[in-house]
């Protein structure tokens, strides 16, 4: 009768899969906030129910008055088209986005097209105010 000479082995090690576990964990935190959305708005703080920006339009308001649909710059004569354009490759759901140093009527006239073209369903989003 012949001897073994090696044993098997019967645990598994998984120091290594958890290492490359937790470097994909700090990976995604630090990418996450970056998914948002590729417009830089210094958003209102507002005491409301945090909103899912899920399947649907994100449109944008900078400080400046510019419009985005998504991440791309659209001048407001070609706001409608381009926005029809969006809203056929999703949800009917709009995200509205709009800097906290935008003018008020600026916003409104965004809101209203976005209604006057048919979307009942408009989200207004805003950074969760602190609560001290």
Avoid: C, H
């Amino acid at each position: 009768m012949k001897r073994e000479r090696y044993g098997s082995l019967a645990e598994i090690n998984i120091t290594s899969l958890v290492d490359v576990t937790m470097v994909l964990l700090i990976v995604f935190m630090l990418t996450a906030p970056f998914l948002q959305s590729g417009v830089r708005l210094n958003l209102p703080k507002a005491e409301a129910k945090v909103i899912e920006e899920k399947e649907g339009v994100t449109v944008s308001v900078d400080e400046n008055g510019d419009i985005y649909i998504d991440d791309r710059l659209v001048t407001w004569e070609d706001f409608s088209a381009e926005f029809r354009r969006a809203l056929e490759s999703t949800a009917p759901r709009v995200f509205l986005r709009g800097d906290s140093d935008t003018k008020y009527g600026t916003v409104m006239k965004v809101i209203a097209r976005i209604k006057m073209l048919g979307v009942e369903d408009l989200g207004l989003i805003a950074q969760q105010e602190d609560k001290n």
